[in-house]
DNA sequence: TACATTTGTAACCAAACTTGTTACTAATTC
DNA sequence: GAATTAGTAACAAGTTTGGTTACAAATGTA
């Protein structure tokens, strides 16, 4: 999920940016972020589910947020890359040893002793909006973050 | 690494319910955690260059921890695991626009707001040792942790 | 209507990664 | 010397990932 989260981020900050209501194309997204316009796509499909952006078919359509960036948070972003996948930590070990119980007594454990720190990162997560991400682009990025630079 | 920290905490737990100073064979470790003993012996290499954990060859030979339970926490094994492995959160595109600076922009930016959430995550992990993990198990375990339990 | 554009999605391929396994060497005990 | 056990290389099967092509559906425009 390494590479989706960050591709999502990375689509999710572009998108802030742009004139709002002007749909974006996955073509731009993806030559911005380096990488397909199917994997564009497929990204939005999940973020289109997680209800964080909307897209439009058809001559000059393309993709907006479907809510202000201010109210976007990374959480809901990994929230959204997660649902479709594993834990972040698949706690407890693929095969148990039947021969006991002590397999799903560790799946238990781990994933107590575990929940904590993965609260703790969510936690972390909530409190960074896109916007954020946006206006901390813009810091880096003097000349702004136009159309031509990515 | 998903099955990795979660094999290295099983192993490390029933190392520390084993007799001090006596050595656990990976065939034994192996039968545990439900894999194989060369996995034991390779994820005991990592271990090992971390500190956590001694081996011995040859007859009667096997690994014991290097410290005690109580001195060694979640995070060391999350810190031996990443450290022959890419970050967790390999945050920015994998292949940035190379036509402008965005993409390592976006890298610094991502890494600078993911900082928080990781490090979050980290003092969570360091908050917990193996032996909490051992303790916990055998809570959970109302006939001890035997060897014959796995 | 015809056509160009753009999303949605399936299908496929190649590369990378993970796990299990075999095989062999080195070290250690008896 | 024999048995045992770790260390490690090498390999195979399975899974995952990312990129790509292909095509249908939708939408705007001439």
Redesign the interface.
């Known amino acids: 999920m390494?590479?989706r989260?960050?591709?999502a981020?990375?689509i999710l900050?572009y998108l802030a940016h742009a004139q709002p209501g002007q749909p974006v194309s996955s073509e731009v997204l993806a030559?911005?972020?380096?990488?397909h316009p199917v994997v564009v796509r497929r990204l939005m499909s999940t973020l289109r589910e997680a209800g964080l952006v909307q897209s439009q078919r058809g001559a000059g359509g393309g993709t907006v947020l479907a809510r202000p960036a201010a109210e976007i948070t990374?959480l809901d972003v990994f929230r959204a890359m997660q649902a479709s996948e594993?834990?972040l930590?698949?706690?407890?070990?693929?095969?148990?040893?039947?021969?006991?119980?002590?397999?799903s007594?560790?799946q238990?454990?781990?994933e107590?002793?575990?929940g904590?720190?993965?609260?703790?990162?969510r936690?972390?997560?909530a409190?960074?909006t896109v916007q954020?991400?946006m206006q901390?682009?813009g810091k880096?990025?003097p000349g702004g973050?136009t159309e031509?630079?990515?």
């Open positions: 390494n590479t989260f960050a591709v981020t990375h900050a030559s911005s972020a380096g990488t990374l594993p834990d930590f698949q706690v407890g070990s693929t095969n148990p040893n039947a021969h006991c119980d002590l397999g007594v560790m238990e454990t781990l107590g002793l575990f904590p720190a993965i609260e703790a990162m936690a972390a997560l409190a960074v954020q991400v901390e682009l880096r990025l973050c031509a630079s990515g």
